[in-house]
């Protein structure tokens, strides 16, 4: 087979592999006619039932879901590294609803390709979640009377500002969704459009997905390929295998890392957007949404515009000529870089200077940096961290840092049931550093304070469920 042009695209490189299997250029479906709309458009299935998208009962058990997650990760790994196919690699995500078997050699082939076109181009791989990443949906039944008229206000001031295509707010009625865009979402992917080659990877069906890539990308040019559920290689877990993509060239932005159990070193951890109130109210979380607040994040200042400088940053750094301690370029990792620059966040700064750590030592307790056998709570402004997780496993008591100054205030040690960490911190935030305190007296676990809090299977469960504005509550 003759070696791709360094112009030619991941997507145009695989279909050119595949078209005597599947016909000429002419009878595959252009990138923006690849999905068949139709169905309820991206409900995956609530904790009472429902139906999905193609009208069908569902019966996905969430319960069950969560539990079986890493299991299934793992078996799916066995799989294409030499079981059935020869450790053949299957894509569903090329042509409509064809699977694509390829050959271990013509994947690797098509990696170094990939890499070899990246490289010549100065392009890296980012791949972008969806959902409480980019955006925000909710069926319109769960809309309530408090919401819909704010919405409707809202509707109208886009209208009036007269912002066409780049308006924020949606109501997809043919799949019976509320869907409000990021704000700064448009800025954030043309601004990456000439040093990344986009992807965008989501748990909703290939429905929703194709929509909301309509309203991201009107004139299809930003994304290179979507890839829905139908297309993933495992139901409750993200993998780079589906791309052929080189990892050591991919980043990914997701609010999610339990969905990621093999890529962590290549993910950015967004902050969840929720702007509508029964979204929030599935993840359990103390705080209100966005909408109910009356206000947005900034489009120049928020969690979108910080990711994109983070991402340019990387970009720069990884192809830089200047810097004699890089390793030759093809030699270079993006998870290398994206570790470098995240390091030097506190490089410079001395945790025992900060003020919680003096204030907890001030009450008598040891501080140390990491979790270890002594430690007894772990003090964190929001959940969803692997440090957290890793304390909870280990029926350590999380609590925010309202424990330490309230104790400090009442001159006792209070009760830490009142102060233990829910999924997200206040207003919905997530996200957040950690520490790990040692106290003078042994802590007991306990109920969320104003909600339950989620350990990572009901976390990955609630995502399930969400995925693709998904309604009905997340509890099991």
């Avoid at 005597?20 to 595959?28: H, K, L, M, V």
């Avoid at 294409?80 to 082939?109: C, D, F, I």
């Avoid at 470098?340 to 040891?366: T, Y």
Wanted: proline share 5%.
């Amino acid at each position: 087979m003759e070696a791709d042009s360094p112009e030619r695209s991941l997507d145009e490189d695989l279909a050119a592999a595949f078209e005597g299997e599947f016909g000429s250029d002419e009878e595959q479906a252009a990138p923006e006619e690849r999905f068949e709309d139709g169905g309820e458009g991206g409900k995956e299935g609530d904790a009472e039932g429902g139906s999905d998208s193609s009208g069908n009962s569902s019966d996905l058990d969430l319960d069950e879901v969560a539990e079986e997650a890493y299991a299934e990760y793992e078996a799916a790994k066995e799989e294409a590294a030499g079981s059935g196919t020869g450790g053949a690699v299957r894509l569903k995500h090329l042509h409509g609803n064809a699977e694509v078997v390829v050959s271990p050699q013509e994947a690797e082939r098509i990696r170094r390709d990939t890499v070899t076109r990246l490289l010549n181009k100065k392009r890296l791989i980012l791949i972008l979640d969806l959902d409480h990443t980019l955006l925000n949906s909710v069926h319109t039944g769960e809309v309530d009377a408090d919401a819909a008229p704010r919405l409707a206000e809202l509707q109208a001031r886009e209208q009036e500002a007269n912002l066409g295509p780049r308006r924020l707010l949606h109501c997809l009625v043919d799949k019976k969704l509320w869907t409000k865009l990021r704000p700064g979402v448009f800025e954030f992917l043309e601004g990456l459009r000439d040093s990344y080659e986009m992807h965008i990877y989501t748990m909703g069906d290939k429905a929703y997905a194709a929509e909301v890539r309509r309203l991201l990308d009107p004139g299809g040019r930003l994304f290179t390929s979507v890839i829905a559920k139908d297309h993933s290689t495992t139901t409750t877990a993200k993998h780079l295998d589906v791309l052929l993509s080189a990892d050591e060239l991919a980043l990914v932005l997701d609010d999610t890392e339990l969905v990621w159990p093999g890529h962590k070193r290549n993910l950015l951890q967004i902050e969840r957007y929720h702007f509508f109130p029964s979204d929030l109210r599935k993840w359990r979380a103390d705080g209100t949404a966005l909408l109910e607040q009356g206000r947005d994040e900034d489009p120049t200042e928020g969690a979108l515009a910080t990711h994109m400088r983070v991402l340019r940053a990387v970009h720069a750094r990884f192809f830089s000529k200047e810097d004699p301690s890089l390793p030759p370029l093809e030699q270079r990792d993006v998870r290398d870089v994206l570790a470098e620059h995240r390091a030097r966040i506190l490089q410079d700064r001395d945790p025992r200077q900060e003020p919680l750590w003096q204030l907890a030592e001030g009450l008598g307790a040891r501080c140390l940096p990491s979790i270890s056998p002594a430690t007894t709570h772990v003090v964190a402004a929001a959940g969803g961290t692997e440090k957290v997780h890793q304390a909870r496993a280990q029926g350590k008591a999380v609590v925010t840092p309202a424990w330490l100054q309230a104790c400090g205030f009442r001159w006792q040690r209070l009760p830490e049931a009142d102060f233990l960490l829910g999924d997200l911190g206040p207003g919905g935030s997530r996200g957040g550093g950690s520490s790990a305190a040692k106290a003078p007296a042994d802590a007991n676990g306990g109920g969320g304070s104003g909600g339950k809090q989620l350990s990572p299977e009901e976390e990955l469960r609630v995502v399930m469920a969400v995925a693709g504005g998904g309604g009905g509550a997340a509890d099991g």
